[in-house]
């Protein structure tokens, strides 16, 4: 009976771990599926002088030296657009939220609470994209889904779609002056394919697996923006760790039922980032003209996912003893289980060439940092 119970108790933790571990492929939290038409909190506003716009957009130092901007994110109500939203917001910039679902985007960023915000819908925007000093694309349909034939292409389609679509409204946005300055793209840290021995950066080839042909793809139509006017940044992100999303919302939940531990052999590399960390360098690339082409958005210290999972269980006050087989993974996620169990070490180069400062550089603090948040009750038992 034991070795029943004991069984039934590993599937079905197996089952929900491995669910959680499509969030470690390094695609961004995206989206979901929305249906068109048009809803504005606010009128949408008209470009400013391209000159004003590159003035603004140049003032780096610190964020009281930037002027006001407008800015046009896809993906804003997932995981890192809402907390890039609070971020601009808080620094007296205006956003536009391009969505297909009004109704969705307004129970996230209600008018009351978000005054800065305006709400559009498909037909809507082409003039958004128009009238923002800058846009930022963080859209996909997620990947925590046994993969079909049918998702696979979705799953492509969902983000190259949406990107060719940004990109001709940016293209077709008329004259120099209503035309944004600056497009940051959201893509992944999947365009390397995995490897549990070699390490990468930005220059680094694109592997030859299913994510990394999404990734090309996805770059490749984001770079038929107009580059002699617009500011390419293309963001390949990692795991974004934080608190109310992410691959830990799933994670937490299981070591706080004693249930917690490392996927497969746990040897994997695991290429994270605090969301604080990610959203600061979207919103750094923004406003510093330097910032221009491939960026990868990790940390800079990469663990090994038993590493991850063992400070983790320090951090909350429980064990990491309970490994998800890769048998279990392979039943939930079929073909895409193979990227959680090998993994990348992605290294974020350019960034910190560029000066980029990390208030989490490494795992532990950032996982202290996180586990500040989570009820007092549930790391003590009381």
């Known amino acids: 009976m034991d070795e029943i119970v004991a069984g039934s108790r590993t599937a079905a933790t197996a089952t929900a771990a491995a669910a959680a571990a499509a969030a470690v492929m390094g695609f ?34 610190n964020s009281e030296n930037v002027p006001p901007m407008t800015v046009s994110i896809t993906g804003a109500t997932g995981f890192i657009g809402r907390r890039l939203v609070q971020k601009l917001l808080s620094d007296d910039h205006k956003v536009f939220v391009l969505t297909r679902s009004a109704t969705k985007a307004a129970s996230v960023f209600p008018a009351s609470t978000y005054p800065g915000v305006t709400i559009a819908e498909q037909g809507d925007w082409e003039a958004c994209v128009r009238g923002s000093s800058a846009v930022v694309n963080l859209a996909g349909m997620p990947i925590s889904t046994r993969w079909s034939p049918e998702i696979k292409q979705e799953i492509k389609r969902s983000r190259v779609n949406v990107t060719s679509k940004v990109v001709k409204y940016i ?34 080839p694109s592997g030859n697996d299913y994510l990394a042909e999404v990734c090309r793809e996805w770059e490749a139509t984001a770079r038929l923006v107009n580059q002699q006017d617009v500011r390419l940044v293309l963001l390949r992100i990692g795991v974004v760790l934080g608190k109310n999303g992410g691959a830990l919302a799933k994670m937490i939940p299981l070591f706080m039922m004693f249930a917690g531990g490392p996927l497969g052999t746990g040897r994997q590399w695991f290429s994270w980032i605090h969301l604080d960390d990610l959203v600061n360098l979207i919103y750094e690339s923004l406003i510093n003209p330097a910032y221009k082409g491939v960026i990868n958005g990790t940390a800079p210290n990469p663990v090994r996912l038993s590493e991850l999972c063992e400070r983790l269980g320090q951090v909350v006050g429980r064990p990491s003893w309970l490994p998800v087989p890769e048998f279990a993974l392979k039943a939930v996620l079929g073909e895409g289980a193979s990227v959680v169990l090998e993994g990348q070490k992605v290294l974020p180069v350019k960034a910190k060439e560029l000066g980029f400062s ?21 790391t003590t038992g009381k």
Do not use: W
């Open 28 to 61: 961004p939290t995206p989206f979901p599926q929305l249906k068109p038409k048009l809803i504005a909190l606010e009128p949408p506003v008209g470009g400013y002088p391209r000159s004003r716009r590159l003035m603004r957009l140049r003032c780096a130092l």
């Open 171 to 204: 293209n077709h946005a008329g004259n120099a002056d209503a035309q944004p300055s600056v497009f940051v793209s959201a893509t992944a840290i999947g365009y390397y394919g995995t490897s549990e021995i070699h390490s990468f950066d930005e220059s680094s």
């Open 358 to 378: 990390y208030r989490y550089p490494y795992v532990e603090d950032a996982l202290k940092a996180i586990a500040q948040d989570i009820p007092t009750r549930l």
